[in-house]
């Protein structure tokens, strides 16, 4: 049974540029979350996405975004990359039953650095 | 103030010792309350799961949760030098609109020396 997969591992970026990160959730799970670790950090809540729509969203700018796929998987999109948006962006995937949505397993995450 | 405080540490001990972590929160709507084990440079890897007060053991884990006083542990017996890893408690509100949404401390680096 594969776990959560997220893909690319490193990513170097520069300012102003723009990425496109991608998860494959666990199987049998339908609700992906995106977290923004930064070195030293506890991991920030960006959104999360159920349904193929952004179920809730967490303090960051509208330069986030993400998608889910009817597959169930989902990319996060960050535009004009700042140098502060370096970190290691962790998908987590879950099962969503009725009103409550079970615990989260995460992937290795990408790091993405910006220059 | 943060909502969930953890002492980054860090926190060195000897193998064989007893480690405690502990994570306090100002929220009272949390009521699911987890530790992740983080390895350099991988993602959090699940360890406890708890919902509400009271204990939960696994093996050398016991999670302890006082919602009364906003207050988690995470015991760790007869600690190995493979236990030495990031710990990160995370909690979550209870259904509604919460959906799951974690919210993490900022991690305690142990390290468990032979």
Redesign the interface.
């Known amino acids: 049974d594969a776990g959560v997969t997220q893909s690319p591992t490193h990513l170097i970026k520069t300012r102003g540029q723009q990425v496109t990160l991608r998860c494959s959730p666990k199987s049998g799970h339908d609700t992906v979350s995106w977290y923004q670790q930064a070195l030293g950090q506890g991991p920030q809540f960006i959104f999360q996405y159920y349904e193929e729509e952004e179920r809730q969203r967490g303090n960051f700018p509208d330069r986030f975004s993400g998608h889910q796929f009817p597959n169930y998987s989902s990319e996060l999109n960050v535009n004009a990359l700042l140098l502060g948006d370096s970190a290691l962006y962790l998908c987590a995937s879950s099962l969503t039953a009725g009103t409550r949505t079970d615990t989260q397993y995460f992937g290795p995450g990408t790091r993405l650095t910006v220059l | 103030q943060k909502e ?1 405080e ?1 002492d ?1 540490g860090p926190l060195s001990v000897p193998e064989g010792a007893i480690v405690s972590l502990n994570c306090t929160y100002s929220n009272s709507a949390f009521q ?1 309350f ?1 530790w ?1 084990r983080q390895y350099s ?6 360890l406890m ?1 708890t919902y509400s007060s009271g204990n939960k053991e696994d093996g050398r884990f016991t999670a302890q949760v006082d919602k009364s006083s906003k207050y988690i542990s995470l015991f760790i017996r007869d600690s190995q030098p493979s236990d030495s890893a990031t710990y ?1 408690c ?1 909690m979550s509100g ?14 305690t680096i142990l390290t468990v020396h032979p």
């Open positions: 969930v953890q980054p699911y987890m992740y440079r991988k993602g959090p890897e699940l799961y990160l995370a209870a259904g509604g609109t919460s959906y799951g949404k974690l919210t993490f401390g900022q991690g």
